[in-house]
């Protein structure tokens, strides 16, 4: 489980559009900012509502790089398209004037209680959160949980939305809010999360063909940029009788020199590919790390035609 670095922010500052597997509770603000660590072993949620797929989107890639558990909030009776015409008399305009609107929700969390920190996710309804996102605060007690709102919409921000939100249940931690477009990627969730991470407590396993593999990782850029698109699968392939190759997807940071590398290295290639060796080598590469294994176990594990790699 990763661990939060929390800066409680006042409200003032703070200012998104649309619904995972489920699981079977303030507002303390302060006109100075503070931090506080949460425990390593601390429990995170990731809970969101959403209707067009947007938002469970950025929950789904959220709870992934969090490792944490997720739960949709569903409401008793779903939204149709026609319930969300924004041009008509429909039940969203309806709810979204109704102070006392509190559509009620399908399912609830067995045990609030496990979770310390709750990361929150809507879609923006006319400038505000859906109303039953005030169901959804207003039904559990948030005391002392820290709340990381986001939201999603086309172009407004999250304004008052998650003010709004915090005055239901002001005995809880309330941090600043930020809103995602649709389409926002893996590494754009991963950067937002890592501004709470304690980056030196974040550790990265490796298993090569469902093999959980002990890893001394380098210190460097890298693999710092390396974990920000965790979890990452690479289909590998045997490449010249020494090493399993494959793409990342993209590039990331690289520091290139003429090494020699030996049966267990990891290193980046070009920038946009991970090499994995069980035979001698060289070239221009950036170190990773290295696979703490003797070398006919290597041999055994990596001298295949292809290789499955994850990251996570």
Known sequence: MKKLLLFVIPFLLCGCSTSGSSVSESSKTSEESSKSLIPSDSNILVAYFSVTNHTKEI????????ESDIFEIVPSQEYTAEDINYNSDCRANREQNDPNARPVIKYS???????DTIVLGYPIWWGQAPKIMYTFVESYDLTNKTIIPFCTSGSSPIGSSAINLAIREPNANWLEGKRFPAGATKEDIASWLDSYIDKEEKDMKLLIDEKELNVSWEDNDSVKALKNLLPLTINMHEYGGFEQTGSIGSSIIRNDRQIDVVPGDIVLYNGNAISVFYNNSAWSYTRLGHINMDNADLNNLLNKASVTFVLK
């Open 109 to 115: 969390i067995e045990d609030i209680s496990k979770y």
């Open 59 to 66: 929950a789904v890639k959220a709870q992934e790089y969090l």
